[in-house]
Structure formats: C-alpha cells, structure tokens
C-alpha cells in the first residue's frame, strides 16, 4: 500500500465523540489520510451540552506540537477548538514561522450547545495573527459575526462578510451557510478576489453536532491529498452532507446527534 498523507488537527476533545478531535480523526481516515493529534482543551460534553473544559497548559500544547512536526511529514493542518489567546498566538507564532503547511482554520467559538469555547480576548488574535497564515478559513454565520463585530442574518450579509475576511489574509474564506434560513444550505467561497457557492438541498435533521469540525477537517485532507483549495472543498462538502444523511434518522442521545462519519465508506480524495 502507498504510504498515507498525514494531516494534523490541533483542537479540543469531545466526550461525546460527535465533534472536535473526535470528529477530526475520523474524517481524515475516511480520506486515506494518516491523522495526527494536538489536544487543546478536555471538554466534558454530550449532544445535551458542555458541562466542563479543561484548557491544556501552553507548554504541554507546544510539546505535542513538537513532538508531531518533528517526527511525522505534516501536510496539512486543520485548527479546532483553541480556548485561550495564548493558545491561538502560540499556533499562530507557529504558522507565522512556516511550520503549519496547508492551514485550515475553523475558529471555534460556541459549542451547538451555546457553550462559549473561546476567550473574547482571542479574538483579537484570530484576526490580526491567525487568520492571515491560513490557507482556507470556515467560519460559520454567527463566528463570521462575531470576528467582524456586525450582524449577519442573510446569504448577502455571508457574501459581504466571505470578502471582508479575505482581506485579513486568508487566501480562502467560506462562510458557511448551515445557519441561514431557506430549502438550500449554501456556503459562500471568496477565492483570491473570486466568489464561489457550495449548495445543496438542506437536510431536515437534528444530527449535526460536529458539521463544521467535519468540514473543516475534511477540507484539509483534501489539501493534505493534493488537492486544490476548491476541490478541496467541493470534496468536504459532498463527505458532510452524506454524513449528515447518513444520520439523519439516528436517535443517539437527547440533544443534536453526530453525523455518520463512517457510513460514507472510503473517500478516495487524491490529486493523482
């Protein structure tokens, strides 16, 4: 067998499995692709809520980081769940150094539950340190909103805010479309100066705790395979929505279910 790409997320845990590292892990198996690991934070959470978070201590989230990057060919990096403003300068100082090849970054900032998963204070530091080194961003409507300090309640308000991203840094923006209103759940991509949409017919389910880990996760195997940001992302897309059908009528725990990560089969995503 031809020796597998290897894509790292540094993110948080999920108890629950349904998102986070979790999440991460699986979507990069489905794609062929070898996943590493760097836990930022515990969390103790279900398809109910969050009901604790154990942040991991700055010097023990560089160690793994080190450990990872000098031992195993990173090719891509995907960006979870970062708590603290610490932890987003230090992977920022990392990917400013050019250590982070192929930079995802989904900035994580509430749990489906409303649990908050990000200092105020980080997002300053989303911003002006991390998002410029990132290769794709996914933010969704309300984590847009809330890294550029302005509603957004429309498909024209995700649009405006995909090019106002963009000019942070970031060579890709989506801002993903999962909370708007309407039969379509439709992505807006801002590519170099360029817009794109990802669209497909919503799926009436409660499952989809992790949808944007996933996304985010699958993207980056993509990039990890070669791929090129868009096809990248049209792969992601297409892994989501049959992983959100695949568990459409699941009825694990009380709150919003996880996706069906596996039920999709192997993915072959490879630029050959």
Wanted: net charge negative; with cysteine; aromatic share 2%.
């Amino acid at each position: 067998m031809t020796t597998p790409h290897v894509a790292l997320t540094i993110a948080g845990s999920d108890s629950g499995g349904g998102a986070g590292i979790q999440a991460d892990l699986r979507a990069f198996g489905q794609f062929g692709v070898f996943g590493a690991s760097v836990i930022t934070a515990v969390t103790a959470q279900n398809t109910v809520g969050v009901t604790d978070v154990h942040v991991i201590p700055a010097a023990t989230v560089t160690a793994q980081i080190d450990a990872v990057l000098g031992d195993l060919p990173v090719a891509a990096v995907k960006t979870g769940m970062l708590a603290t403003a610490e932890l987003v300068e230090l992977v920022a100082a990392r990917a400013a150094a050019g250590e982070l090849s192929n930079l995802v970054v989904d900035p994580v900032l509430v749990s489906a539950t409303g649990h908050r998963l990000l200092e105020d204070s980080a997002l300053a530091a989303y911003r002006e340190l991390l998002l410029p080194h990132a290769t794709i961003a996914t933010p969704n409507l309300d984590e847009a909103a809330a890294l550029l300090g302005r509603p957004l309640r429309t498909l024209d308000d995700a649009r405006a805010a995909a090019h106002s991203l963009a000019e942070l840094g970031t060579r890709v923006v989506v801002v993903k479309g999962g909370h708007l209103v309407g039969p379509r759940a439709v992505d807006v991509v801002v590519v170099d100066g360029d817009e794109h949409e990802l669209a497909v017919d919503r799926i009436d389910t409660p499952n989809t705790h992790g949808t944007g880990c996933t996304f985010a996760a699958a993207a980056a195997a993509g990039l990890a395979n070669g791929l090129d940001p868009l096809d990248a992302l049209a792969g992601a897309k297409r892994y989501v929505t049959a992983a959100i059908a695949g568990a459409a009528t699941w009825r694990l725990g009380a709150g919003n279910g996880p996706l069906d990560h596996l039920g999709f089969g192997p993915v072959s995503q490879h630029a050959d």
